[in-house]
């Protein structure tokens, strides 16, 4: 993926020339010529890198700079101010600002891209470091119910297995799998008390964990390297017929990733002791699934071909005695516990 550069400055010849120049080093360059436009490209674009432009005649770069980074989304941007004139106090405002640093005018073009190159493998490196302090906060949550320890791993290899069955690009196996391991990091934001409570949660707890979805895309929104699987943690509580949550989606609204990790996900949690109950074997698991999948939570097509990989029934006729509703007694609540 090519670095996505934002260049501010006022229209001109010479901002012409830095768009060219940088396209023709294989970055995607977009432009914004004054500050309103300058705010709203950030923010729907979320660059690798902002070249500020000191120009804009109804506000100061720095000040720009700092509307820029008052979106949360943007802390992890690289913004630079380029001023045509210093002044003493640039070190400071710079700072105060939030500027990731300040130049004068580059005495060529070359000079700007050795510079350019600099600030964003600086970025790289802030962004992989960032990721990796997330990974470790997703492991701390689930390591806070013993039971619970290593099912995002568990998670990822039967999701990552189903996605090869399904002839998933590369890159989208690799997305999955950093997804499996932090479809939950949301719930750092849950309490304790909540979170390890020795059985099913009443309606005013239960809304409280329907949080972590979001606050987990929040969480993982400013890093660039994740943006990709911020659909599947935030949806992947999101059911079939549209009764999930946050957002109610359905069907294919759900992306196919979700999908799979939701498949994945119910598996892992049915065949793992939990404090309100014992684990149920992979037979026992599978045939709640197909339940799911006739019910219209879950993706039936997806249901059938995990079955198929753990060489179980294949048949998803509903018939006989219903495990699904045994097994909840009839509680949606406890369903709500169980996949929560």
């Not at 590369?170 to 990091?185: G, M, T």
């Not at 949080?211 to 660039?224: D, F, R, S, Y």
């Not at 049915?270 to 698991?285: D, F, K, Q, V």
């Not at 995990?306 to 699904?324: A, I, K, P, T």
Request: with cysteine; proline share 4%.
């Amino acid at each position: 993926m090519s670095p996505t550069i934002l260049l501010v400055d006022v229209a001109s010849s010479e901002r012409a020339n830095w768009k060219a120049f940088l396209q023709n080093q294989s970055y995607e360059v977009f432009m914004a010529g004054d500050a309103d436009t300058a705010l709203r490209e950030c923010h729907l674009l979320q660059p690798d890198l902002v070249l500020l432009h000191d120009t804009l005649p109804e506000i100061d770069g720095f000040e720009l700079c700092r509307r820029l980074k008052e979106n949360p989304l943007n802390q992890l941007v690289p913004v630079v101010v380029i001023k045509l004139s210093s002044d003493p106090t640039d070190d400071s405002r710079g700072r105060d600002a939030g500027a990731a640093d300040f130049w004068g005018v580059c005495t060529s073009l070359q000079e700007g891209l050795g510079r350019v190159q600099s600030i964003l493998r600086l970025k790289n490196y802030i962004d992989e470091q960032a990721k990796s302090v997330v990974l470790s906060l997703a492991r701390s949550v689930e390591a806070k119910h013993s039971l619970a320890e290593g099912h995002s791993e568990r998670l990822a290899e039967y999701a990552v297995r189903l996605g090869e069955s399904l002839d998933l690009e590369e890159q989208e196996l690799q997305d999955l799998q950093i997804a499996c391991l932090l479809h939950d990091i949301g719930k750092v934001g849950i309490p304790d008390s909540i979170l390890l409570k020795p059985g099913p949660l009443d309606a005013e707890e239960m809304e409280i964990v329907r949080q972590h979805p979001v606050i987990g895309e929040n969480i993982c929104a400013p890093l660039k390297s994740l943006r990709r699987i911020l659909p599947v943690i935030r949806h992947h509580h999101e059911l079939m017929d549209g009764s999930g949550y946050p957002d109610g989606l359905c069907g294919e609204q759900i992306s196919l990733q979700t999908r799979v990790l939701q498949i994945a996900d119910i598996y892992d949690a049915l065949t793992t002791e939990r404090p309100y109950r014992i684990a149920l074997t992979s037979g026992e698991a599978l045939e709640i699934l197909r339940q799911e999948a006739m019910c219209g939570w879950i993706d039936i097509a997806l249901a059938r071909e995990f079955s198929r990989l753990h060489r179980f029934d294949e048949n998803f006729q509903s018939s006989g005695r219903s495990m699904l509703t045994s097994y909840y007694g009839g509680a949606p609540s406890l369903r709500n516990a169980v996949f929560s």
